[in-house]
Nanobody
Framework: QVQLVESGGGLVQAGGSLRLSCAAS????????MAWFRQAPGKEREFVAA????????YYADSVKGRFTISRDNAKNTVYLQMNSLQPEDTAVYYC??????????????WGQGTQVTVSS
């Protein structure tokens, strides 16, 4: 069982930056691939970024490539999402997720409660 708690969301102007954090419970954090997803009002949840168990592999949605960076610190049981050059279309609730398999679909086993990111124009 893994419990995930996101933080770091907020309101930012277009062009600004935010850093999201996701803290995981338990002592087996390094067993799990981690990912970030987002869901805007009226839209389906979509993949943003994923990282392998020890950080050697990362994947990004085309819409965030070059602007967002996913990273993890296994000693702190935490995964991060650094978001730069934010645009209004990045406005969404951001969720972190954990799974034993590295994947870009939504079939992750564990999910956090989400953190709101709002980008004003």
């Amino acid at each position: 069982q893994v419990q995930l708690v996101e933080s770091g969301g907020g309101l930012v102007q277009a062009g600004g930056s935010l850093r999201l954090s996701c803290a995981a419970s338990g002592r087996t954090f390094s067993r799990y691939a981690m990912a970030w997803f987002r869901q805007a009002p009226g839209k389906e949840r979509e993949f943003v970024a994923a990282i392998s168990r020890y950080g050697g592999n990362t994947y990004y949605a085309d819409s965030v490539k070059g602007r967002f960076t996913i990273s993890r610190d296994n000693a702190k049981n935490t995964v991060y999402l650094q978001m730069n050059s934010l645009q209004p279309e990045d406005t969404a609730v951001y969720y972190c997720a954990a799974d034993l398999s590295l994947r870009t679909d939504t079939y992750y086993d564990y999910w956090g409660q989400g953190t709101q990111v709002t980008v004003s124009s």
